[in-house]
């Protein structure tokens, strides 16, 4: 079973930036396609963004298109998610996970984003 570890979270001012890490361990993160998924408070979960292995092929959800960076580090087994623009819809506890055969895998612990003034 793999392991999950998400960093990064804070508090941050609207407009700010922030950037989560997830590292893992305990499977081969070089050939699993990647997310990041957030659940804002009494909401449910919401996919964020995805990458693909191989190619690295990157795509988001139109609420962060333009302000959010998914990236990945295979010689880390590492993921990343560079946020920027931050609005206050955006806070929400961010989860890390695998992808495969159309469900998601393994998840990490989650990491806090709250975007307040």
């Known amino acids: 079973e793999g392991q999950l570890v998400e960093s990064g979270g804070g508090l941050v001012q609207p407009g700010g930036s922030l950037r989560l890490s997830c590292a893992t361990s305990g499977f081969a993160f070089s050939t699993s396609h990647m997310t990041w998924v957030r659940q804002a408070p009494g909401k449910g979960l919401e996919w964020v963004s995805g990458?693909?292995?191989?190619?690295?092929?990157?795509y988001s959800a139109d609420s962060v298109k333009g302000r959010f960076t998914i990236s990945r580090d295979d010689t880390k087994n590492a993921l990343y998610l560079q946020m920027s623009s931050l609005k206050s819809e955006d806070t929400a506890l961010y989860y890390c996970?695998?992808?495969?055969?159309?469900?998601?895998?393994?998840w990490g612990q989650g990491t806090q984003v709250t975007v307040s003034s």
């Open positions: 990458i693909t292995p191989d190619y690295k092929i990157a």
């Open positions: 996970a695998t992808w495969s055969r159309n469900s998601y895998g393994d």
